[in-house]
Every structure is written in C-alpha cells, then in structure tokens.
C-alpha cells in the first residue's frame, strides 16, 4: 500500500512512518518542513510540504491508498488546525484514519472521572475543536482513534481496538504507548475495518 501519514514528524507520526515502511508500504511523509524532517529508517520516502492552514498548497494524495493523521494542537498554534486538517483528508476521499482524543466529544467520560479531570485541565478549550475534526472525519467515514493518555514504550502484544460503544470505563486512568497507537492505527489503514465509527485503542 501507499500511505500517506499527516504530522510525520510528530512523535506519533514518526513511529508511524516508521512502522509503515517495516511493513514493507510505500509512504507520503506530509510536514510543514520537509527540509528538517529525517525518518529513522533509511528506506526512501516521499516527502511533500503540507500545511493544513494553508489548503490552496496542500499536496494532492490522488496516488495515496490511505491517509493517517496524527496532527495534533501544538502550543501557542492557536485554534483551527485540527478542524482544518480533518477537512482536507475529507476531501481526499481515501480510507483514512484519524487520531483523536479519549474524554472528548462522543468519549467524554468514557475514560472515568480522574481522567477526565485530567483532560478538562490539560486540553480545557481544545475538547471542542477536536470534537469538531472527529465529526468532520467521521462524516467522511474515517476511522476515528480516541486514544488515551500516550507513553513511550514498545508495542504491546495485548494491543486491540474496541468500539466505543463497547468499552467499559476503567477504574484507573488509561494510559498507552505511541507504538501501540501507531501500530493499530496501520492496521486499520490496512484493513478499513471500522470506517465511520470511534474506536478505541487498548492495551
């Protein structure tokens, strides 16, 4: 497959990017400085500039198979890049994947009371932006990831997917490394199994 990967050089990004090309997929790394962007693996990749706040000079993924985002709100960034990219892969009308948040939107309390808390204190004003992309994307039949809160770590072995509708809220707060998130997010690009639904990660 050709993937393309949204916010490659973040550290979701880079592992998907890294992990996409150990299983042998062609990929688009799509970053805001490409001349700064060096993946891990020496492997070739398609570099292209992207800029979701500038859509007349974001790349056509005409040749793409899947698109997967990991962009996420960068401080000081202000409002308006999450809703913006979550438009441009709608455009794109490919399988894609988006990464969202757990405790926001259709998940809100979904991760228990402490987390959410957490949330409320971390993201505060962001939870609605980041509801907005998650129904823009879904609108377009994305796979919407709401990932806990992320770790450093290899990925885990018990990884798996669940409906939202199906989880059971946890008694602590969840937490989850980025190789795991990473990894399930190209599953599903490979597979497509929950377009148009909210997922969570696990594991």
């Known amino acids: 497959m050709r993937i393309a990967v949204l916010g490659a050089s973040g550290r979701v990004g880079g592992l998907l990017v890294e992990q996409a090309i150990e299983r042998g997929h062609d990929v688009v790394a799509l970053v805001r400085a490409p001349d700064t962007f060096k993946a891990s693996n020496p492997r070739p990749i398609d570099v292209r500039q992207a800029d979701v706040r500038s859509p007349r000079t974001f790349p056509a993924l005409d040749d793409v198979d899947a698109a997967v985002s990991a962009i996420g709100l960068a401080k000081g960034e202000g409002p308006g890049a999450l809703t913006a990219g979550a438009r441009l892969l709608a455009a794109v009308r490919v399988r894609t994947v988006w990464l969202g948040a757990l405790g926001s939107g259709a998940s809100t309390g979904a991760g228990g009371r402490i987390y959410q808390a957490v949330m409320r204190m971390a993201v505060g004003a ?36 669940v409906p939202l509708a199906e989880l059971r809220r946890p008694l602590l707060p969840p937490r989850m490394s980025r190789a795991s998130v990473a990894a399930l997010m190209l599953d599903e690009a490979e597979a497509g199994s929950h377009a148009g639904a909210i997922v969570v990660p696990l594991g």
Not at 128 to 148: C, N
Not at 149 to 157: F, Q
């Open 126 to 161: 962001e939870l609605a932006e980041k509801a907005e992309a998650d129904r823009i994307a879904l609108d377009a039949g994305a796979s919407v990831f709401h990932a806990p809160d992320l770790t450093n770590g290899p990925v885990s072995p018990q990884r798996r997917t």
